[in-house]
């Protein structure tokens, strides 16, 4: 099976200050992406990589930035954090090229007060 | 533009009988489309897929059809269970994009 994990799980930060969001893979998966879960919205991509140092964004990227410098971690960050911010972060990793099949963390709450 | 949507933003139906989820979209150059059911507190996990080249998928008591001309597609579950109560996100992808475009999702409510 594959493994994922997000740190931190849940977060609590004040507007205007800067977050970052881990997502670690055991496996050496080349894809990886991060989402964000809002009611009504589902979920929406926010960047994704497919490699080292190899990222794009995607339909909610702005306030966002990404790093990936070694294959197993891929990094979200909030340059500075906003109350619409506030959602649900799911990180995943790509199991099938083809079909697009993802599997996914268990996702971080991060709350923007 | 969304272009998965989920009508229908929840589903109640007795345990025993059949759940119908409905998804429809947009992109004719979507290729395959995916099932994901997601539990409070964790991440989406893979349910069923399938390919544009079929009609229809079947694994153990889900099934999932497509309905390309009308780029309609769903799911069904028979017999229902009161553990398939979650939500059922909707997933489109492109082969030449990689990426997944989802549905809003439809919470399912299975009563014993």
Known sequence: DAGITQSPRHKVTETGTPVTLRCHQTENHRYMYWYRQDPGHGLRLIHYSYGVKDTDKGEVSDGYSVSRSKTEDFLLTLESATSSQTSVYFCAIGLAELSGEQYFGPGTRLTVT | ?112
């Not at chain 2, 139906?13 to 004719?28: A, F, P």
């Not at chain 2, 059922?88 to 475009?101: D, H, M, R």
Request: one cysteine or more.
């Open chain 2, 1 to 112: 533009d969304q272009q998965v949507k989920q009508n229908s933003p929840s589903l109640s139906v007795q345990e025993g009988r059949i759940s119908i989820l409905n998804c429809d979209y947009t992109n004719s150059m979507f290729d395959y489309f995916l099932w994901y059911k997601k539990y409070p507190a964790e991440g989406p996990t893979f349910l069923i897929s399938i390919s544009s080249i079929k009609d229809k998928n079947e694994d153990g008591r889900f099934t999932v059809f497509l309905n390309k001309s009308a780029k309609h597609l769903s799911l069904h579950i028979v017999p229902s269970q009161p553990g398939d109560s979650a939500v059922y996100f909707c997933a489109a992808s492109s082969s030449n994009t990689g990426k997944l475009i989802f549905g809003q999702g439809t919470t399912l409510q299975v009563k014993p």
